[in-house]
């Protein structure tokens, strides 16, 4: 297996702009979690989802933040506007069960200026 | 207060034990679990350790598990440049993994 994989791996974008970005977890896993990583705050949980259902976005900081999971095998995270503190690396994750191992994707490094 | 705490910095000398230390909350935990992430890559499975164990050893790793304490550590011995990275503890909380703030190993030759 590929492992998870994200897409795109940089995005640089003007503030007020709409972000998308793409994740596929590994075949089989019925897990996914989006997680943001900053200097200031560490590794964060925004989101994550069991069988296609959103279970938890207690971690989203506003509602300019968006998650969908329409199949098993793809999930978007969607930022609209974006905003310069919205610059981090967005991490996509996926396991055989919610509390299991987490397979990491490559991360979505984003920059809004 | 945070469910999984770390120490945020280690620093070492080449050659010498690493000792990255964790504490947890949720004392159901069944499984811990330590990852590493290299600079600009994402974060991988290093080791982990099952609840009913008190130690897991793994080559130049050894996991360290105090339930009492519900503490957690992880040591490397031999340290290397190469295991120059960030260090996460993770475990299990309120039915989802939770991982701790990540602990930022240097490694000066």
């Known amino acids: 297996d590929a492992g998870v994989i994200q897409s795109p791996r940089h995005e640089v974008t003007e503030m007020g702009q709409e972000v998308t970005l793409r994740c596929k977890p590994i075949?089989?896993?019925?897990?996914l979690f989006w997680y943001r990583q900053t200097m200031m705050r560490g590794l964060e949980l925004l989101i994550y989802f069991n069988n296609n259902v959103p279970i938890d976005d207690s971690g989203m900081p506003e509602d300019r933040f968006s998650a969908k999971m329409p199949n098993a095998s793809f999930s978007t995270l969607k930022i609209q506007p974006s905003e310069p503190r919205d610059s981090a690396v967005y991490f996509c994750?996926?396991?055989?069960?919610?509390?299991?191992?987490?397979?990491f994707g490559q991360g979505t490094r984003l920059t809004v200026v | 207060g945070e469910d999984v705490e770390q120490s945020l910095f280690l620093s070492v000398r080449e050659g010498d034990s690493s000792v990255i230390n964790c504490t947890y909350t949720d004392s159901s935990s069944t499984y811990l679990y330590w990852y590493k992430q290299e600079p600009g890559a994402g974060l991988q499975l290093l080791t982990y350790?099952?609840?009913?164990?008190d130690m897991k050893q793994d080559q130049r790793l050894t996991v360290l598990l105090n339930k009492k304490d519900k503490h957690l550590s992880l040591r490397i011995a031999d340290t290397q440049t190469g295991d120059s990275a960030i260090y996460f503890c993770?475990?299990?909380?309120?039915?989802?993994?939770?991982f701790g703030q990540g602990t930022e190993l240097s490694v000066k030759p």
């Open positions: 993770a475990g299990p909380q309120g039915g989802k993994l939770i």
């Open positions: 994750a996926s396991s055989l069960e919610v509390s299991g191992e987490a397979f």
């Open positions: 075949s089989g896993h019925n897990s």
């Open positions: 350790i099952f609840s009913n164990m």
